[in-house]
């Protein structure tokens, strides 16, 4: 069974930088896109960056220029380190892993329930 843990998060100031970490492990295979994406109070879930296999990187405009999404394969760890970060980044992110590759890189990051595995998800909350 997939599993997914983020970790990382925190309270930070605006300005102030994050790296979120997120460990998986139970699977056979090798995914083809991770993800990360966030859900604010009253809002719907988003998606931040992606990353697949290759390491190829796809990001929502919010997050260009300021996040980077990189993976270390061997320690089957995905991480976003976040700079410069506002208010409107307060939320909860989660990363998320997909096996199936039926949608493109840009359509995966914009429809979350295309991802079967997520994890419990990491608050970060930036303060002005």
């Known amino acids: 069974q997939v599993q997914l843990v983020e970790s990382g998060g925190g309270s930070v100031q605006t300005g102030g930088s994050l790296t979120l970490s997120c460990a998986h492990s139970g699977s056979k295979y090798e995914s083809y896109y991770m993800g990360w994406f966030r859900q604010a109070p009253g809002k719907q879930r988003e998606g931040v960056a992606l990353?697949?296999?290759?390491?190829?990187?796809t990001y929502e405009d919010s997050a260009k220029g300021r996040f980077t999404i990189s993976q270390e394969n061997h320690k089957n760890t995905l991480y976003l380190r976040m700079n410069n970060l506002k208010p409107e980044d307060t939320a909860i992110y989660y990363c998320?892993?997909?096996?199936?590759?039926?949608?493109?890189?840009?359509?995966?990051?914009?429809?979350?329930?295309?991802?079967?595995?997520w994890g419990q998800g990491t608050q970060v909350t930036v303060s002005s």
């Open positions: 998320a892993a997909d096996f199936s590759l039926t949608k493109t890189a840009i359509q995966a990051l914009r429809d979350p329930s295309y991802f079967a595995h």
């Open positions: 990353i697949d296999r290759v390491g190829t990187t």
